[in-house]
């Protein structure tokens, strides 16, 4: 069983920067893929990132791709997901997800994962 906490979300500028944590409790952390998604108000969930157990590997999604970097620190049980030249597009909340195993190329299928979090809001005003 994983438990996930993001955190870092808020109201930002056009062009601002956040970073999203995620804190997994458990100890198998390490073990897990690590993704984010998002969804905006009357949208699906849309994939953003992911990150291999092993940190060899990330996943971007097209929309967010060269903006937005995740990367994951085992030893704290934490991703994280660094978006830089925030658009009011990106406006949505912020999902924190695991994978026991690996992803690979399905890393942006919402079945792949077995853990949510419960979200964080981010908000990008024009």
């Known amino acids: 069983q ?12 056009a062009g601002g920067s956040l970073r999203l944590s ?17 969804q905006a ?4 969930r849309e994939f953003v990132a992911a990150i291999s157990w092993s940190v060899s590997s990330t996943y971007y999604g097209d929309s ?4 937005f970097t995740i990367s ?3 030893a704290k049980n934490t991703v994280y997901l660094q978006m830089n030249s925030l ?4 406006t949505a909340a912020y999902y924190c997800a695991a994978a026991h195993g690996v992803v690979g190329e399905d890393a942006h299928l919402l079945g792949m ?3 949510w979090g419960q979200g964080t809001q981010v908000t990008v005003s024009s």
């Open 2 to 13: 994983v438990q996930l906490v993001e955190s870092g979300g808020g109201l930002v500028q």
């Open 22 to 38: 995620c804190a997994a409790s458990g100890r198998t952390f390490s073990s897990y893929a690590m993704g984010w998604f998002r």
């Open 41 to 44: 108000p009357g949208k699906e």
């Open 64 to 67: 967010v791709k060269g903006r």
């Open 72 to 74: 994951r620190d085992n």
């Open 87 to 90: 658009k009011p597009e990106d």
């Open 113 to 115: 994962y077995d853990y």
